[in-house]
């Protein structure tokens, strides 16, 4: 669904890391996307994603309801986070393959932990060692820049969080129901009867409305 919105906005998507489950899915999927008003539109997906559906493996037609967990995090710059590397440890192993099965003979996969925060970040996707690292650097930035944001956020007054929400990950934002062909946003109260449209990446009938929310608050605010 957000590889179809970037490629309509003209923006381009590089995954970083996947972990697929072995049945058709995925545990966690981290990738990065690049062009102009990227943050600004897709900041508004942070949160909880719940799916209603009636799985092909389900004989009484029972709807199962699983979630999916969003974050957005703005690409950190070296300038905006300090990082002491003797808080840094690096691991280099072999990059996986869909099953499990290693796909290199060279170990170019990198994973880094900063010990103070336990913060992990991995890239596996590039075949050089010196370009995942990079790239999981550039992780590992963007999320200690968002932990700290969380932080300094927290410390504000919780009266200061909007109607649209606070973009707390815990928060369930939307609703994907399949027997319905419906699509709701429970922040603005938006529902879609088109459920195949939205998944082909037309969400600009949510973001617009929260976008435009967003604006009127920090307006309010100001």
């Given at each position: 669904?957000?590889?179809?919105?970037?490629?309509?906005?003209?923006?381009?998507?590089?995954?970083?890391?996947?972990?697929?489950t072995g049945i058709g899915g995925f545990k966690e999927v981290v990738f990065e996307v690049k062009g102009r008003g990227a943050f600004s539109r897709l900041k508004h997906e942070s949160g909880g994603h719940r799916v209603q559906r009636v799985p092909t493996t389900e004989t009484q037609g029972r709807i199962h309801t699983s979630a999916a967990t969003v974050a957005v995090l703005p690409e950190a710059e070296e300038v905006d986070v300090e990082i002491d590397p003797s808080d840094l440890r690096i691991?280099?192993?072999?990059?996986?393959?869909?099953?499990?099965?290693?796909?290199?003979?060279?170990a170019t996969a990198v994973r880094i932990i900063h010990n103070p925060t336990g913060i992990v970040a991995v890239c596996q996707d590039e075949r050089s060692q010196l370009k995942?690292?990079?790239?999981?650097?550039?992780?590992?930035?963007?999320?200690l820049l968002d932990r700290e944001v969380s932080r300094q956020q927290e410390e504000m007054a919780?009266?200061?969080?909007?109607?649209?929400?606070s973009g707390d990950r815990s928060e369930k934002v939307r609703t994907y129901n399949f027997p319905q062909n419906r699509v709701t946003d429970?922040?603005?109260?938006?529902?879609?009867?088109?459920l195949e449209r939205i998944l082909l990446g037309e969400l600009d009938e949510f973001?617009?409305?929260?976008?435009?929310?967003?604006?009127?608050?920090?307006?309010?605010?100001?």
């Open positions: 669904m957000y590889a179809r919105y970037a490629q309509a906005k003209g923006w381009g998507v590089d995954v970083i890391d996947s972990n697929p691991d280099i192993f072999h990059a996986s393959g869909h099953g499990g099965q290693n796909v290199q003979k060279v995942n690292r990079q790239r999981a650097m550039a992780v590992l930035r963007a999320r919780a009266s200061r969080r909007s109607q649209v929400g429970h922040r603005i109260g938006v529902t879609s009867h088109n973001i617009d409305e929260l976008a435009a929310r967003e604006q009127a608050r920090l307006l309010q605010e100001a």
